[in-house]
């Protein structure tokens, strides 16, 4: 079954790229606190935020990570692609109010079991504060 946003392996070339945009909003920090378990006061107190030496709460790295899982799935390749891997380092803080740029792009591609490896990024103020590597099976046009 296709789908027309799908890009399948055929037609993946390295250095195809996409980027998404988001900013970091409370709401967003609270929603995945409640999805992920995950209520460190670090995140979500402000008080005890403020004593750390990043001065302020900060976005949980797993929020910000995540919106790489949303192009793998939504954009590149997109739907059907099954993400298989994800090797990352945490570079800077994403605070609130912060605007990341979201990109993936094209790395390797290996015909057998048609998959593929994405450079990762995710950047605030031309800065990076996540890079990495994800692993992908990308659809083909026979499934």
């Known amino acids: 079954?296709?789908?027309?946003?799908?890009?399948?392996?055929e037609?993946?070339?390295?250095?195809?790229?996409?980027?998404?945009?988001?900013?970091?909003?409370?709401?967003?920090?609270?929603k995945f606190a409640e999805v992920s378990g995950d209520y460190n006061p670090l995140h979500m107190d402000e008080d005890y935020a403020a004593k750390t030496a990043f001065g302020q709460r900060i976005a949980h790295g797993a929020?910000?990570?995540?919106?790489?899982?949303?192009?793998?799935?939504?954009?590149?390749?997109?739907?059907?692609?099954i993400f298989t891997g994800l090797s990352m380092r945490f570079r800077r803080p994403v605070y609130i109010g912060d605007e990341v740029t979201v990109r993936a792009e094209v790395a390797e591609?290996?015909?057998?079991?048609?998959?593929?490896?994405?450079?990762?990024?995710?950047?605030?103020?031309?800065?990076?504060?996540?890079?990495?590597e994800a692993q992908v099976v990308a659809p083909t046009r026979e499934s």
Request: aromatic share 4%; with cysteine; net charge negative.
């Open 1 to 9: 079954m296709s789908h027309p946003d799908t890009k399948y392996y």
């Open 109 to 132: 591609k290996i015909d057998r079991g048609n998959r593929v490896t994405l450079a990762v990024s995710c950047i605030v103020n031309g800065k990076r504060v996540i890079t990495g």
């Open 63 to 81: 929020l910000t990570a995540s919106y790489i899982s949303g192009i793998l799935g939504n954009n590149l390749p997109g739907p059907g692609a």
């Open 11 to 30: 037609d993946l070339e390295i250095g195809q790229a996409h980027e998404t945009v988001h900013t970091i909003r409370d709401e967003d920090i609270t």
